[in-house]
Each structure stands twice: as structure tokens, then as C-alpha cells.
């Protein structure tokens, strides 16, 4: 019996992988099974509840959607083993960061149960990292893979191009402020 115990402790410890992160700036080391996805590493170690889950973690539904490395990413799909050193942005980390996105969704209601609208909007400002002046088809791609039950879809157009125009703004004020 005490064989048993002491054999099945160290697989299970052997089966841990001690990964570390950067998330929203911050840094952390954890031990983590191979299967932890990083939604679960995020909400459960480290209390970010941003990533949601509205598709039992099939990859159907975007509201889980975190930027990895500069990337969008389903972090359901995501192993938290595969993360290992990498840096990881959550809507908390946006919302902190105060980033236009942050305040334009508020001014236009992009929620009404606010589900699925943190995954909307970490999708959103991967799409402003990458392309700061995106037309409103644009949009609508970097946006397809986020479901809204509630049929937010519209404001989430008008949010993001006021988003765009506010860190085009942003980016001429410092312009001038440089000369
Ligand atoms: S929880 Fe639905 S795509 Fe990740
Ligand atoms: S606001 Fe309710 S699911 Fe999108």
C-alpha cells in the first residue's frame, strides 16, 4: 500500500510542469498538469474570471479569447504547458492599461448580459495592435469567431472604429508633442 501511494505521488509530481508566464505584466511560475488548459490557469490560479467559457471549452464560441504573444488565442484550446515563457494580455490587462477599446465599449453598450463581451474585446484590440485603421469588413473578420447570444454584433463595429480613431488622436498628440 505505502508502495502504491509513494509510486502514484511521484508520477503524479513527475507529470507536473513548472511553466512561467507573463500575464498583463506580471510575472508568474506555477506547476501545472499537462492537460490545464490556460483559461483554467488564468481564472483558477490566478482569480482573471475574464475568460469565459460559453461553449463547454470547444473552441465554438470566442468567449474565451486571450492575446498570446501579440495573437488572439482560444484559451480553451490552449495548453497552459505550451505557454510556457510566454506573454499573456487579458481583458483585465486592457482594461487596466486604459486603452480606448476599454472606454468605447462602454460609451456603446456593446453588452447586454456581458457574457461573451470580454472575448469581443480582447479580440478587438488584438485586431488595433495589428491594424490600427481597420475598415468595418475588416472588423467583421477579425470578429466572425465571437458569438454574442444577446445580438450585440452592431455596436461592436461602431466601438472598435471609435476606438481606432481615438488611437489615431492619441498617436498625432504625441506626434506634435515630439516636434
Ligand atoms: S470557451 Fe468557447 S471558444 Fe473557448
Ligand atoms: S451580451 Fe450576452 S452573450 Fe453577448
Not at 9 to 28: A, D, M, P, Q
Not at 107 to 122: D, L
Not at 167 to 177: P, Q, S, V
Amino acid at each position: 500500500m505505502a508502495y502504491l501511494c509513494s509510486s502514484f505521488i511521484s508520477t503524479y509530481t513527475e507529470n507536473l510542469h513548472k511553466i512561467k508566464l507573463c500575464v498583463n505584466g506580471r510575472y508568474y511560475e506555477f506547476l501545472v498538469k499537462p492537460n490545464t488548459t490556460l483559461r483554467d490557469l488564468l481564472r483558477e490560479k490566478i482569480g482573471l474570471t475574464s475568460p469565459k467559457d460559453m461553449c463547454h471549452g470547444v473552441g465554438a464560441c470566442g468567449s474565451c479569447t486571450v492575446i498570446l504573444d501579440g495573437r488572439p488565442v482560444l484559451s480553451c484550446l490552449t495548453l497552459a504547458v505550451d505557454c510556457d515563457g510566454r506573454s499573456v494580455e487579458t481583458a483585465e490587462g486592457i482594461a487596466e492599461s486604459a486603452h480606448p477599446i476599454f472606454e468605447a465599449y462602454i460609451k456603446y453598450h456593446t453588452m447586454q448580459c456581458g457574457y461573451c463581451t470580454p472575448g469581443f474585446m480582447v479580440t478587438a484590440k488584438a485586431l488595433l495592435d495589428r491594424n490600427p485603421n481597420p475598415s468595418e469588413e475588416e472588423i467583421r473578420e477579425a470578429l466572425a469567431g465571437n458569438i454574442c447570444r444577446c445580438g450585440t454584433y452592431p455596436m461592436h463595429v461602431i466601438a472598435v472604429k471609435e476606438a481606432a480613431e481615438k488611437l489615431k488622436a492619441n498617436a498625432e498628440d504625441k506626434g506634435k508633442g515630439s516636434k
